[in-house]
């Protein structure tokens, strides 16, 4: 299976929102409510921050939110600030029974 | 609040084989799902297989499958994967990650800080 198609880089200004979108199938995005959204941070492990297409977990900014419309979900930061800069990566359910990531974007804050 | 602890990882030649251990804490650990996720240096996140709570569900990716075995014991809340036929694609940082309910669905709400392993001679 082939990966969930993100784009390689993102950038925005502080204060700016910014969208990161994350294309897949019917098989995965499309066709079941469990995308995730993780942030990582260079060296760090990933950290959670949406789930089930646009639910937070509890301590999760309120500045990150998700949507999905057909076979793409999107992640949104309102209100950018300079500890947003990191890579950000989707994740869906797949019809196989398995987990599907995206390639990762790479959050520029400038 | 929960913890995962990865160990096992190190330097293996290509065709060996090694088994990776998850020590889990803060959680009833036999409630919910398990993964793990590699992530080969420079690149992004790969599931490579996830177990039900009970164990009674396996799962894998199409590179692992055949050559890996997921396991969890849950009287000692530790999650397992053994890999063989290792090759050098299998280098990675491997994750242990814990889901949101008892079934793999992928919302992984914790995750270890990673074993590091490399294959070459």
């Known amino acids: 299976q082939s990966a969930l198609t993100q784009p390689a880089s993102v950038s925005g200004s502080p204060g700016q929102s910014i969208t990161i979108s994350c294309t897949g199938s019917?098989?995965?995005?499309?066709?079941?409510?469990?995308v995730s959204w993780y942030q990582q941070h260079p060296d760090k492990a990933p950290k959670l921050l949406i789930y089930?297409?646009?639910n937070r977990p509890s301590g999760v900014s309120n500045r990150f939110s998700g949507s999905k419309s057909g076979n793409t979900a999107s992640l949104t930061i309102s209100g950018l600030q300079a500890e947003d800069e990191a890579d950000y990566y989707c994740?869906?359910?797949?019809?196989?029974?398995?987990?599907?990531f995206g390639g990762g974007t790479k959050l520029t804050v400038l | 609040e929960a913890q995962l602890v990865e160990s096992g990882g190190g330097l293996v030649q290509p065709g060996g084989s090694l088994r990776l251990s998850c020590a889990a804490s803060?959680?009833?650990?036999?409630?919910?799902?398990m993964s793990w996720v590699r992530q080969s240096p420079g690149k992004g996140l790969e599931w490579v297989s996830g177990?039900?709570?009970?164990?009674?569900?396996?799962y894998y990716a199409d590179s692992v499958e055949g050559r890996s075995t997921i396991s969890r014991d849950n009287s000692k809340n530790t999650l397992y994967l053994h890999m063989s036929r290792l090759r050098a694609e299998d280098t990675a940082v491997y994750y242990c990650?814990?889901?949101?309910?008892?079934?793999?669905?992928?919302?992984?709400?914790?995750w270890g800080q990673g074993t590091l392993v490399t294959v070459s001679s």
């Open positions: 177990i039900s709570g009970s164990g009674g569900g396996t």
């Open positions: 089930d297409v646009s």
């Open positions: 994740g869906s359910y797949t019809s196989s029974t398995t987990v599907l």
């Open positions: 019917s098989s995965d995005v499309g066709g079941y409510n469990y």
């Open positions: 803060g959680f009833t650990f036999s409630n919910y799902a």
């Open positions: 990650v814990k889901d949101r309910s008892p079934n793999c669905r992928g919302r992984f709400d914790y």
